[in-house]
Nanobody, 125 residues
Framework: QVQLVESGGGSVQAGGSLRLSCEAS????????MGWFRQAPGKEREGVAV????????SYVDSVKGRFTISRDNAKNLLYLQMNSLKPEDTAMYYC??????????????????WGQGTQVTVSS
């Protein structure tokens, strides 16, 4: 069965960095686009970044452009989100997700079919 397990969250001061990881199993990882989402308390889930199957094409929500980098290692079935210059407004639960076969770079939640349990990121000012 498809499993996605995130790790790497934690607490950091504003301006700091964190790298999230997501380990995928139960399917041919390299055949699917992958994405990162986040949800803060009282707010809707937000698509943060998506990456193509080969890792060449990426897309980001405007609020993280220039600060976050999504990448993947298809040999190890791993997805990453490098987060630099973190801000308090980045505080949220972060989830990795698998893109549906027709997902050509969408950051809409409905275009992803499997989700991890999430890892908490807390940024203090």
């Amino acid at each position: 069965q498809v499993q996605l397990v995130e790790s790497g969250g934690g607490s950091v001061q504003a301006g700091g960095s964190l790298r999230l990881s997501c380990e995928a199993s139960g399917y041919t990882y390299s055949s699917y686009r992958m994405g990162w989402f986040r949800q803060a308390p009282g707010k809707e889930r937000e698509g943060v970044a998506v990456i193509s199957t080969g890792g060449v094409s990426t897309s980001y929500v405007d609020s993280v452009k220039g600060r976050f980098t999504i990448s993947r290692d298809n040999a190890k079935n791993l997805l990453y989100l490098q987060m630099n210059s973190l801000k308090p407004e980045d505080t949220a639960m972060y989830y990795c997700a698998r893109g549906r076969p027709y997902n050509y770079g969408s950051l809409r939640g409905r275009d992803f079919d499997y989700w991890g349990q999430g890892t908490q990121v807390t940024v203090s000012s």
